[in-house]
């Protein structure tokens, strides 16, 4: 049995990733979203909450994690943001493993890797698959979201490799600042071209 096609999607915050993400499942393409599988992880019951409770007293609550407080205890704090990753990133891993046992009969497999370039890596990708805007309709997006501030934006944007490094690190780009229509044909063109 041939190995699936492992395509990484990226791209830098308001880019359109999730909205491309959707396209490929409508194509029945199985994707990976690992921002999911951590809101999973860390919601009600999650098996992260305790080790996160541990590290960061009062950062979750019945709910899960109490996002707006465990970000406050992290923003700005490498130490403390490195502390945090060190507990997600294992797990999440465990999850990507599952998931590709579950789905190694497919053609292609999709994984939604918001800080791919970042932190994950390109190790295991077959390609990846960069989503872009132009800047302004990225703003505009992004300024658009509840308790969002130009301060909280350029931080994010600090963060995160620029567009313009990821567009040249890509091997695809999926240009979303143009309408839908043409977003999804350029995503069922990439289909068409990586799946076997």
């Known amino acids: 049995m041939s190995k699936p ?15 491309v993400a959707d396209m490929f499942r409508d194509h029945g393409v199985p994707v990976f979203d690992a921002d999911a599988v951590v809101h ?3 919601g009600p019951g999650g098996r992260l909450i305790p080790g996160i409770e541990a590290e960061f007293p009062g ?6 994690v109490r996002r707006a407080a465990l970000g406050d205890m992290v923003f700005g704090d490498a ?13 999440v891993r465990e999850e990507r493993d599952l998931f590709m046992a579950d789905n190694a009969g497919a053609l292609l497999i999709v994984f939604d890797i918001p800080l791919l370039y970042e932190k994950t890596g390109t190790a295991g990708l077959d390609a990846v698959a960069v989503v872009s805007a132009p800047a302004e309709v990225q703003r505009a997006r992004v300024m658009a979201r509840p308790g969002m501030t130009a301060e909280k934006f350029d931080h ?19 240009d979303t600042g143009t309408s839908l229509e043409k977003t999804r044909a ?8 990586v799946r076997p």
């Open 5 to 19: 096609f492992i395509l990484g999607l990226t791209g830098g915050i308001g880019m359109g990733k999730s909205t």
């Open 79 to 91: 130490g403390a943001l490195s502390r945090l990753e060190s507990i997600i990133h294992p797990a």
């Open 59 to 64: 950062s979750t609550g019945p709910d899960g």
């Open 40 to 42: 999973r992880l860390q």
């Open 186 to 193: 350029a995503v069922a063109a990439l289909i068409a071209r």
């Open 156 to 174: 994010i944007l600090g963060l995160q490799v620029p567009d313009a490094e990821k567009r040249a690190r890509a091997d695809y780009i999926i």
